[in-house]
T-cell receptor, first 110, second 114 residues
Framework: DQQVKQNSPSLSVQEGRISILNCDYT??????FLWYKKYPAEGPTFLIS?????DKNEDGRFTVFLNKSAKHLSLHIVPSQPGDSAVYFC?????????FGSGTKLNVKP | DSGVTQTPKHLITATGQRVTLRCSPR?????VYWYQQSLDQGLQFLIQ???????AKGNILERFSAQQFPDLHSELNLSSLELGDSALYFC?????????????FGNGTRLTVT
């Protein structure tokens, strides 16, 4: 039962442009949504989160948007940099029980 | 550096064997989570402990067990290993004092069963 889905396994973007990573979920009871970045041979690193009562949260180049009616969230990276190339996981939590998507591999080309 | 330490980094063992993976959480974190990642798939939740007590269970096989000790470090025991158990095993910790406390992951233990 996949409660969090990332339907795009990979995404390629030119340096300086916007990267948009998408995530869909099924459980309307999720209270927080998070994005993680993972480099090879490392564990996932927390990037940004958003509460279910908000629709946008921004931190520097990273912005997360939440559309509760569509059960959809997205991560925008502007401008994209080669160092952003990594696998991005979205996660949703319900009382601190976390569910992860399968990840999207972002490649930012110089 | 997340502050979460996992040992060993790599483990190669044969089918039928038993192994123990160890995790030391970040200082001050009471919750420890274990996840399995197979073949570039997503992170599958196995089990969570909070301050020594099991709090939540995910898709953890009966051959697998875990515990959290009084010093808050945790161990994941995998027994009667099968080829399909080969995966990356991640431990994560969280302060877990408020909703949305993010997880902080270790660098994982790569288990190879031959």
């Amino acid at each position: 039962d996949q409660q969090v889905k990332q339907n795009s396994p990979s995404l390629s973007v030119q340096e300086g442009r916007i990267s948009i990573l998408n995530c869909d979920y099924t459980n309307s009871m999720f209270d927080y949504f998070l994005w993680y970045k993972k480099y090879p041979a490392e564990g996932p690193t927390f990037l940004i989160s958003i509460s279910s009562i908000k629709d946008k949260n921004e931190d520097g180049r990273f912005t997360v948007f939440l559309n509760k009616s569509a059960k959809h969230l997205s991560l925008h990276i502007v401008p994209s940099q080669p160092g952003d190339s990594a696998v991005y996981f979205c996660a949703a939590s319900n009382f601190n029980k976390f569910y992860f998507g399968s990840g999207t591999k972002l490649n930012v080309k110089p | 550096d997340s502050g979460v330490t996992q040992t060993p980094k790599h483990l190669i063992t044969a089918t039928g064997q038993r192994v123990t993976l160890r995790c030391s959480p970040r200082s001050g974190d009471l919750s420890v989570y274990w996840y399995q990642q197979s073949l570039d798939q997503g992170l599958q939740f196995l089990i969570q402990y909070y301050n020594g007590e099991e709090r939540a269970k995910g898709n953890i096989l009966e051959r697998f067990s875990a515990q959290q000790f009084p010093d808050l470090h945790s161990e994941l025991n995998l027994s009667s290993l099968e080829l399909g158990d080969s995966a990356l095993y991640f431990c994560a910790s969280s302060v877990d004092r408020f909703l949305g406390s993010p997880l902080h992951f270790g660098n994982g233990t790569r288990l190879t069963v031959t």
